[in-house]
């Protein structure tokens, strides 16, 4: 498999350092609001590299973080009168729901940024003892002209006039000493730690390093996180790891890349800005939006719009009936191609290692698809076909995660029968009643010619 590594700007083979473990640290959510469609793309991506991993028989093990404490969950928990905990905890809910509805794995763990503390003031410790880092009245900070590889990942080049920011967000423009850790002041309330520094709160990149060293090791696989982590809260990453260990702290980095609605950034003043759940109230199918994601290379800014989202629904409709559908096709009929089926595969397979392109992964699936839609036309196919043709789509999903279990309640089943009897009468009357029923439910009814009736759980 090969991948493009940010640091080396290069596409690399993939190598990793144990066969036994491939180690995986994915910048997690910000728990202080609904994760937006921009944040989810990358999300998808995590799973993506996760399960395409595994497929090609490595053991990957990952780290997800939950962002729990920081200038904006404190912010927003205050403006809403409830603890820190509270907040963060509701919003950690949703984000996996979120993550369910996306068939999304996730992650080996989820460790959160305030489970971590004792081991952020241990690096923050050393750091100061090594002369990386310095105390000020309002907090502790990184010198980043004492290490000498600042910007090896991004380009930024270090400001030696010792400008200090204390803002966990800042951009390029502003390269300075960050913050590693926050001293109390009173508009912090109750939101503080004593680990044997001045009371007071991490900054939000010592909480990766910490979480990263703790839960995978001093040098991992594999760092990822959205294009716009990439300055500052990577290099930082980067800079407190490698001063605290000595070694380097992570062999690839990957960043995919933005989403944008209707060609612009997305923006809550633009009126362009979606969560999952207001794609769900329009009513399409979370799954529909994974396949938009898929669609495009992870590294290729994505151009998201309702119109665009609508068409991956009907596909996916398509791709389902197909699917679903090859179920009803008997297999007792003539043996097909059976190269075909191996040649889609073969696609599959070479897209995911060149550089995980989805894109022409997805190619390889479509060829399948039809396959399966030129079986349904045949109405009966040879079992062994059938066979190869349902572990291939398997095969293939298992990467994907496009598919959902399909399974039909007693209570649609009865519906449906009832469906059958008036169509038998010509009652059609009857039949679109209980038709539209049956949509209510949640269930579509696709008539198959000469296989009869396929239902299919719908999510829109
Ligand atoms: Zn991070």
Redesign the pocket.
């Known amino acids: 498999m090969e991948i493009y590594n940010t640091l080396s700007r290069k596409v690399e083979k993939f190598q990793p350092i144990k066969a036994s473990r491939t180690t995986l640290?994915c910048?997690?959510p910000t728990v202080y609001n609904f994760v937006h469609i921009g944040n989810l793309r990358t999300f998808i991506f995590y799973d993506i590299l996760k399960r395409a991993l595994r497929y090609k028989g490595y053991k990957p093990f990952q780290v997800i973080?939950l962002?729990d404490v920081d200038d904006k969950t404190i912010e927003n928990s205050k403006a809403t009168g409830v603890t820190l905990r509270e907040y963060t905890e509701l919003y950690t809910k949703y984000f996996f729901e979120d993550m369910e509805k996306l068939n999304i794995e996730g992650a080996d763990v989820y460790p959160k940024a305030t489970d971590n503390i004792n081991e952020m003031a241990t690096i923050i410790k050393s750091l100061i003892k090594k002369g990386y880092a310095y105390e000020k009245d309002d907090g502790i900070y990184y010198s980043i002209e004492k290490f000498a590889d600042y910007g090896k990942l991004s380009g930024a080049k270090p400001s030696t006039d010792g400008v200090r920011v204390k803002k966990d967000e800042y951009d390029k423009e502003n390269v300075a000493d960050f913050a590693l850790w926050k001293k109390w002041s009173p508009e912090d309330g109750e939101i503080f730690w004593d680990p044997g520094l001045p009371k007071g709160r991490p900054g939000?990149?010592i909480?990766?390093s910490a979480m990263s060293m703790r839960y995978l090791g001093e040098t991992i696989d594999i760092h990822s996180?959205g294009v716009d982590?990439m300055f500052p809260?990577?290099e930082n990453?980067i800079a407190q790891s490698e001063a605290y260990t000595g070694k380097k702290f992570v062999n690839y980095w990957l960043h995919p890349e933005h989403l944008l609605v209707n060609g612009q950034k997305m923006s809550k003043s633009l009126k362009n800005f979606y969560t999952l759940r207001d794609l769900e109230q329009m009513g399409f199918d979370p799954l529909a939006f994974r396949l938009l994601v898929l669609d495009s290379h992870y590294r290729s800014r994505l151009d998201f719009s309702l119109e665009s989202l609508g068409k991956y629904a009907d596909t996916l409709k398509r791709v389902y009936i197909a699917v679903y559908g090859l179920d009803l096709v008997k297999d007792d009929g003539e043996d097909q191609d059976l190269n075909a089926i191996e040649r889609a595969v073969d696609r599959f397979d070479s897209a995911l290692d060149n550089d995980l392109d989805t894109h022409s992964a997805l190619v390889g699936f479509f060829e399948f698809v039809d396959l399966a839609n030129e079986a349904i036309k045949k109405k009966a196919v040879s079992k062994r076909y059938k066979d190869e043709l349902k572990l291939a789509i398997n095969k293939m999903d298992s990467v994907l995660g496009l598919l959902r279990v399909n399974d039909v309640p007693p209570d649609v089943k009865a519906m449906l029968a009832k469906r059958e009897e008036a169509r038998r009468r010509s009652d059609w009357n009857t039949a679109d009643l209980i038709r539209d029923e049956i949509k209510n439910k949640g269930f579509d009814v696709v008539d198959l010619e000469g296989l009869g009736p396929l239902i299919l759980k719908t999510l829109n």
């Open positions: 640290y910048c997690g973080n962002t939000w990149h909480e990766c996180g982590l809260h990577h990453e």
